[in-house]
């Protein structure tokens, strides 16, 4: 849990308080010198009340510079960030993208077949998958996803973001119940939403909170009529993106179990990621795949590609294929995109002949201990589990946002910077992702700028541990 | 009137009461009932008052014996005071009762995991029915006017390949370079390093093809009208949409939480109506926000909107227009620049357009394109362009490269338009069905002429009659499919989607080929 320092609270709020006092005055102000400039839109209503985009306006745009830096080559562990305006570039040292197993730019192996897919399927079918967006490549990849996943069968659509959005009303609706973990991603609250059904949010990754939940409400029954509820789906996923946290599955199933709820878990971040084949959360936390109902992952983060998956039995991909909106109406997954998905699998689980795969999954493990016990090491305050690729550093204060994201670019680091609304309106972060194509060398880089940016902008919160130099020479000079 | 002190005495607050209550109509006034009411008592005076006042004494007498002589704090105590002080009593014991609540019973912990362990769960899925493990035809070439079906060639008229561009050796071309410049994935939402000078690049591109100020791509078409339509509309904004729009469209709708009104599918004078009934029953509407959303060309039915009218009504109802322009873009107007030229209509009329590009363009993604503020506005809060990954480099690319190629080609566009001209021909005199769209879309719909009732009916109908097409004549044709998510209840039927790739052979080939199918299996 994040315990922010209250002289920290303090000065954050204080800061906020300032910039919307400020942001006031502006719009005071304008609303004062510029009464007479007409637009032509007399008689329409506003399309944007000014109360609506006031973060937006006075907060937002005096530090979008660190937002939003459009890069020229590909987003691999070194990358051409553009300067705005200009053709100019630097290279800088990437610690933003998911490119958590190195797949993001020419490959030696998946490359070349992607093009030969490209070249025989073009780029798109420009038809749905049920009449005639279906390639074998598309039926080859789904058997491979499934196997990959551990279950039965899966089915593929283009967007990860739309795959929630579209199967989350198709497995329930109004009557049912879904239990949502607090800090879930917009894309599960947009398909619980669509949905219908009744939504209750348990504390993040606290099972003794779910059980709670659940005892609650299948004694309760639904609100007012109090008729048993018709099912009941937990909504779980596999790493936090803002927490780096890994979800505590194993208990969660067995609450599930007990209770008769549906788990469907959402692997976007963890799928290639953990485990030790790279099978994601399940495989690392030893939990089996059949007690998980619905699996859910995209594949943008490990696989470089595009697309989300979900996976289940044989009966449920069925039924998802005959009723998912995704699958009937929307354009199929590019070819040559899922080609790479194929061959990502192929090359992870070492049968393209190489031991790449074995050594990208060993690499990124390594990596990332190394670098967030360097980080708590020198007094960050790094959230996340250990094995877990993804990094935010406590930031807090308003201010210390563009500084660090700014003093991280004039030494050529490419840093990713979150504050309000992804995350609660005190605990903006500065999110690392690390790659398995970083390295040791671009890590122990990237600690030196980090560290001295940390301390240009004060974020190092805890003590710095003591250096084992010091002790060495203490034991030389006794000697 | 009686002139006796005693009444005077009385009558003064009565004259009072007089002035206010007297009705003179009735003739009765309060001082005459107050004279009568004396009259009466000067009466009866003499006996009962003299005994009422004789018993009343004894009382007195009786009760105030105990405390005759009892004087507390310089005031003599009289009989009274006891009544008061027990009547104070009795009134703060009343006070403190609790008033009756029914009590409140919780659920015991015990009877809690009862009902937990009563409680059965409806299975996840409903059984499995013989029809949902139908098995689309599964391609093995690229999707173009011909393909490789089960390794038989078949003519495709089941991808919205419009100007034929699958298979355009430049499209392959600059998604090669691409993709050996950026590998396949951008790893990373637009606000984070996901933005590639390729994406920038694209949406100049689209902006100076529609001569419109700025465009925003999204990753996915589906997701570009659900994520638009809620960003501007929500709670309480009014919103009148056509009852035919495809299930992005409902979704987004959906999600704005906004109040929803449907007009007839194309059907102008519905809209004029509603337009008016909202605009004269709510006189608060003014400060609402308004929106109309249509497709250009809808993909349920092949109709186009008349998009003249529409302006025409918006302008004068004060309306804005959300249009979405996926089969139309590249496929309508003189030099395939959508709907606003195709009726000679201004582009800046429409307030904010959107297309998915995976249909003429033959690319994926979509876009969203209309004036800075609009586009400006998305880019924050846009969910599904904020949430989400953005497009790969390469169908970026592959946008622009189709984009040039349209600029230059005129004559695909042309000959488009005269397949559609040769197949609406050979199907004009189908039995059993009818052609249900415009004769200028590039979507030719043939709708069932006698429904059987159940649309699950007619659509095993449709799929036999397409299974049959691609075993027998060796045609992929495109049969309606319904989810139950999906609201929109027009005519179900046949789409052919017409491109400029097809040979005139291959248009006889499946007039013939439906003809003969409709006769066998509809009639």
Not at chain 2, 276 to 287: A, F, G
Not at chain 2, 385 to 396: Q, R
Not at chain 2, 399 to 409: E, K, L, M, Y
Request: charged share 20%; glycine share 8%.
């Amino acid at each position: 849990m994040i315990t922010i320092p209250y002289l920290t609270a303090v000065s954050t709020y204080f800061s906020y308080g300032l910039l919307f006092a400020f942001g006031q005055l502006r719009d005071y102000s304008r609303r004062i010198f510029d009464w007479w400039s007409t637009n032509n839109l007399h008689g329409y209503a506003p399309i944007c009340l000014a109360h609506e985009d006031f973060y937006i306006r006075r907060l937002y745009h005096r530090i979008q510079d660190c937002f939003g830096r459009p890069i020229s080559s590909a987003p691999d562990a070194w990358v051409d960030v553009v300067e705005r305006r200009t053709t100019k570039s630097t290279r800088c040292l990437n610690l933003g993208s998911y490119n958590y197993l190195g797949f993001g730019s020419y490959d030696e192996y998946c490359t070349p077949l992607v093009i030969d897919s490209l070249k025989k399927f073009s780029p798109s079918t420009c038809s749905s998958r049920v009449d005639a967006g279906t390639t074998s490549v598309h039926a080859e990849l789904e058997e491979c996803v499934a196997k990959y996943v551990g279950k039965p069968a899966a089915i593929v659509t283009g967007m990860g973001y739309a795959t929630n959005s579209a199967i989350i009303p198709v497995l329930i609706g109004k009557g049912g119940l879904i239990i949502s973990d607090s800090l879930n991603h917009t894309s599960i609250v947009n398909g619980a939403r669509g949905s219908g059904a009744t939504i209750r949010v348990f504390q993040h990754n606290t099972p003794a909170h779910l059980e709670r939940v659940l005892k609650e409400q299948i004694a309760e029954g639904q609100p007012r009529t109090h008729r048993p509820w018709k099912k009941i789906i937990v909504v779980v996923e596999g790493i936090y993106s803002m927490e780096g946290e890994i979800c505590q599955l194993p208990e969660i199933v067995s609450i599930c179990k007990k209770y008769k709820a549906y788990v469907y878990l959402d692997e976007a971040h963890s799928i290639g990621a953990i485990g030790k084949t790279g099978r994601g959360v399940c495989e690392l936390l030893g939990v089996d795949t059949a007690d998980v109902d619905i699996m859910m992952g995209t594949f943008t983060k490990s696989f470089g590609s595009c697309g989300g998956y979900i996976a289940g039995s044989k009966d449920l991909i069925q039924y998802l294929k005959y009723h998912c909106p995704a699958h009937l109406y929307a354009t199929s997954i590019s070819t040559p995109s899922a080609q790479q998905i194929i061959s990502a699998i192929k090359v992870i689980l070492g049968e393209d002949g190489s031991n790449r795969g074995a050594q990208k999954l060993a690499r990124i493990r390594e990596n990332s201990n190394f670098f967030r016990a360097e980080l708590q090491k020198m007094g960050f305050e790094v959230l996340g589990d250990n094995d877990s690729p993804v990094m935010p550093i406590m930031l807090y204060n308003p201010a210390k946002i563009p500084a660090f994201s700014r003093e991280c670019l004039r030494e050529n680091v490419a840093v990713v910077v979150v504050g309000f609304p992804a995350t609660p309106l005190l605990l903006a972060r500065a999110r690392i992702c690390i790659s398995a194509s970083h390295s040791r060398e671009d890590l122990i880089k990237a600690l030196q700028v980090i560290s001295k940016a940390g301390d240009l902008t004060g974020i190092k919160y805890f003590p710095a541990a003591p250096k084992k130099q010091e002790e060495v020479k203490d034991t030389i000079k006794l000697d | 009137m009686i002139e006796n002190s005693k009444a005077k005495s009385f009558a003064s607050p009565l004259l009072w009461a007089n002035d206010i209550f007297c009705s003179k109509s009735t003739g009765i006034s309060w001082n005459s009932l107050a004279a009568l009411c004396w009259i009466h008592r000067a009466k009866m005076d003499t006996n009962l008052v003299e005994m009422f006042r004789a018993g009343l004494n004894w009382v007195t007498m009786a009760l105030d014996a105990p405390s005759a002589r009892v004087v507390l704090f310089g005031v003599r105590i009289q009989w009274h005071i006891f009544v008061e002080v027990l009547l104070g009593f009795v009134i703060v014991i009343l006070l403190s009762q609790k008033s009756y609540k029914p009590p409140k019973r919780p659920l015991t912990e015990q009877e809690i995991d009862e009902l937990c362990d009563e409680w059965v769960p409806e299975p996840l899925i409903p059984p499995i029915t013989e029809d949902m493990r139908h098995e689309p035809p599964v391609l093995e070439s690229a999707a173009g006017p011909h393909t490789t079906v089960n390794g038989k060639d078949v003519v495709n008229f089941a991808s919205a390949n419009y100007l034929g561009l699958i298979g355009h050796e430049k499209l392959l071309e600059s998604c090669t370079s691409a993709l050996e410049k950026y590998g396949v994935g951008s790893c990373g939402p637009r606000g984070f390093y996901g933005t590639i000078d390729v994406h920038l690049d694209c949406e100049t591109r689209i902006s100076k093809f529609l001569s419109t100020p700025d465009t925003i791509l999204y990753s996915y078409g589906l997701s570009t009208m659900f994520s638009t339509i809620p960003c501007f509309c929500k709670k309480g904004d009014i919103i009148v949409a056509d009852e035919g729009v495809h299930w992005g469209i409902q979704n987004g709708l959906q999600l704005s939480r906004s109040t929803i009104v449907y007009f007839k599918h194309n059907d102008m004078d519905s809209l004029r109506s509603t337009l008016e009934k909202i605009m004269t029953k709510n006189k608060r509407s003014k400060n609402l926000r308004r929106y109309i959303v249509a497709e250009a060309v809808y993909q349920n039915s092949g109709q186009i909107a008349p998009l003249d009218e529409i302006v025409k009504l918006k302008e004068k109802y004060k309306f804005r227009v959300i249009l979405d322009e996926s089969n139309s873009f590249g496929v309508l107007g003189r030099s395939g620049r959508g709907l606003a030229e195709h009726h000679g209509v201004p582009i800046e009329k429409i307030d904010v357009v959107t297309a998915a590009m995976g249909h003429a363009l033959a690319t994926e993604g979509g876009f969203c394109t209309g004036n800075a503020r609009i586009i400006d506005y998305q880019r924050l809060s846009s969910s599904g362009y904020v949430f989400s990954a953005s497009l790969p480099p390469y169908l970026a690319s592959a946008a622009i490269t189709a984009i040039d190629v349209i600029d230059q080609n005129p004559e695909l566009l042309v000959k488009m338009k005269q397949h559609i001209a040769l197949l609406w021909k050979g199907l004009k005199d189908i039995k059993g069905m009818s052609l249900a769209s415009d004769p200028e879309s590039p979507i030719v719909f043939l709708k069932l002429e006698n429904s059987s009732g159940s649309t699950k009916e007619d659509l095993l109908l449709l799929e036999k009659m397409a299974d049959r097409a691609l075993k027998e004549d060796s045609l992929l044709v495109v049969s309606s499919k319904k989810s139950f998510l999906d609201k929109c209840r027009l005519p179900v039927g046949i789409k052919l989607l017409v491109s400029a790739g097809h040979s005139e052979s291959d248009l006889v080939k499946v007039s013939e080929s439906l003809k003969r199918l409709a006769s066998e299996l509809l009639l």
